[in-house]
């Protein structure tokens, strides 16, 4: 063979293997994007594509579609790539991590709040985590950082700012009331202590807030942080059982008062300048310093029924895979209800009470779940009704406005009939909301 041929077919097969290159790139972006889009689309559908918190947003001039963002999500189906660039799919799934901010090899993330058209309600705080009312604090999740290495270094850090704006201590009057026991709550409370202050928290649920409701299996992520009292916390990628063995054991080495299971319903400034703290327990409680450290998930509402304050009743669902053979009425008409009834009926025998006729505002794939059980009967569904009853071993109906009571025999009752948002109870106290509409968090590379 002469030399010219050997370099036709030289140039010709890179030629080749150059067209073949781009052909399966495009190739593959096109079903890249198809497969994106069509997420979308769902996403789109079942609610979850508008944010509801903390989220990424890309700048999609700067963007170079490298997907470094969408292979370093911790979470599923939150981003993906379009035409090359990347795109947000599940955004009200996004929890904040913030890796995709991290990853970016080009800047094009930024992390916000908000969106142009959805705005979402943000209490005002200036710099050093005080509120527009001198005196009370805010840390943690419901200022808008939400993760735990986050809560728990702004928990320390509000602490810090009390010291400062310290007021002279009057007799019987704490230096501060620590609001709410999650990841920002339990480390105010330990660098309050370790600062000397005089303090008390009050956790209207159980220790660890958000975190004590995770699934014992998830994969918790966090990074290394300080814990006043402790000292370094060495995790990365943890469970739910170690972070609240970590937080109880050093909370009863330091003899810390936190009063589980006791909701503050308000906070009021006295011509003292002080804080009132009304609890739902009937006891009030005094302080300098209020620190709000409540998360943004509010509380879970209730039916106002007798019997409610039993112990067989919850208003979420932990271990579903722990009960079995109960009989159960769960009550509610929303995905959170639904989806209870749904992990629950395999193992017991369960009833859906829910006081519309049908069910209105579920994601479609609920829908199609719960009326494959409504028709192989696996779960009984009770359109129009309210429960207005809770004993020992029943649970009374009224159905359809019918005169009379309908009794089922119940072991235990699942309540999910919606939160209240804390903006009420901010507002009471006198904390400014401001509606941000795309507010840019700044997170540290
Ligand atoms: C499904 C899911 C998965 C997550 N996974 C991770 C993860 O892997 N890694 C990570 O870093 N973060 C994760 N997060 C986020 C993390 O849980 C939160 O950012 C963090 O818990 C916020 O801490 P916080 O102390 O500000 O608020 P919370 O943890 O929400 O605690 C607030 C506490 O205040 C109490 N409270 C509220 N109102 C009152 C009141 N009126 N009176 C008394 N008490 C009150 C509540 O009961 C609650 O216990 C996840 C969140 C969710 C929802």
Same mark, same amino acid.
């Given at each position: 063979m002469d030399r010219d041929w050997e370099q036709i077919i030289i140039y010709g097969t890179v030629i080749i293997i150059?067209?073949?290159? *781009?052909?399966?790139?495009? %190739?593959?972006? !096109?079903?890249? &994007?198809?497969? &994106?889009? $069509?997420?979308?689309?769902?996403a789109k559908e079942?609610?979850?594509?508008? =944010?509801?918190?903390?989220? =990424? %947003?890309i700048d999609l001039n700067t963007c170079i579609g490298s997907a470094a963002c969408v292979s370093d999500c911790p979470e599923k189906d939150i981003l993906g790539i379009v035409n090359g660039k990347a795109t947000v799919i599940n955004t009200s799934n996004c929890i904040g991590h913030g890796a995709c901010f991290h990853s970016c090899p080009v800047e094009a993330i930024s992390l916000r709040i908000g969106t142009e058209t959805r705005g979402i309600d943000l209490p005002h705080i200036n710099h050093n985590?005080?509120? @527009?009312?001198e005196g009370i604090f805010i840390a943690g999740e419901l200022g808008g950082m939400g993760l735990i290495k986050n809560s728990v270094e702004q928990g320390q850090q509000a602490i810090e700012s009390i010291i400062e704006t310290k007021k002279p201590n009057k007799t019987n009057i704490l230096d501060v009331i620590i609001i709410g026991a999650g990841p920002a709550g339990i480390s105010a409370s330990l660098a309050a202590k370790k600062e000397g202050l005089s303090s008390l928290t009050l956790e209207q649920d159980s220790l660890g807030g958000t975190v004590f409701t995770f699934p014992r299996s998830k994969i918790v992520m966090t990074a290394p942080m300080n814990l006043p009292l402790y000292g370094r916390v060495k995790l990365y990628d943890t469970s739910k059982d170690e972070l609240l063995q970590l937080w109880n054991e050093v909370i009863a080495k330091n003899d810390l008062e936190i009063i589980e299971n006791t909701k503050v319903e308000d906070v009021i400034p006295t011509k003292d300048k002080i804080f009132k703290v009304v609890t739902n #327990?009937?006891?009030?409680?005094?302080? @300098?310093? +209020? /620190?709000?450290?409540i998360g943004r998930r509010g509380t879970p509402r209730k039916l106002g029924i007798p019997g409610e304050e039993s112990q067989k009743v919850a208003y979420r669902l932990l271990e =579903?895979?722990?009960?079995?053979?109960?009989?159960?009425?769960?009550?509610?008409?929303?995905?959170?209800?639904?989806?209870?009834?749904?992990?629950?009926?395999?193992? @017991?025998?369960? +009833? /859906?009470? %829910?006081? !519309?006729? #049908?069910?209105?505002?579920?994601?479609?794939k609920n829908k199609e779940k719960i009326k494959e059980a409504i028709a192989d009967k696996s779960l009984e *569904?009770?359109? #129009?009704? #309210?429960?207005?009853? +809770? $004993?020992? @071993?029943?649970v009374s109906l009224k159905i359809n406005g019918d005169s009379g009571l309908k009794k089922i025999e119940n072991d235990l009752v699942y309540i999910f009939a919606g939160g209240e948002l804390p903006n009420k109870f901010l507002q009471n106290?006198?904390?400014? +909301? &401001?509606?941000?509409?795309g507010y840019i968090i700044k997170k540290h590379k």
């Open positions: 150059c067209i073949i290159t *781009v052909y399966v790139y495009l %190739y593959r972006q !096109k079903k890249k &994007t198809k497969e &994106t889009k $069509k997420k979308i689309s769902i079942e609610g979850l594509y508008e =944010p509801i918190s903390l989220h =990424p %947003y985590f005080e509120t @527009n009312m #327990n009937g006891k009030d409680f005094y302080s @300098n310093h +209020i /620190l709000l450290a =579903p895979e722990r009960i079995s053979g109960k009989k159960i009425v769960v009550v509610g008409g929303g995905d959170s209800a639904v989806e209870s009834a749904m992990l629950l009926k395999d193992d @017991n025998a369960v +009833i /859906l009470s %829910y006081r !519309k006729e #049908n069910f209105a505002r579920i994601k479609p *569904v009770l359109f #129009n009704s #309210n429960l207005t009853h +809770i $004993k020992n @071993n029943h106290a006198g904390v400014e +909301i &401001t509606k941000r509409f």
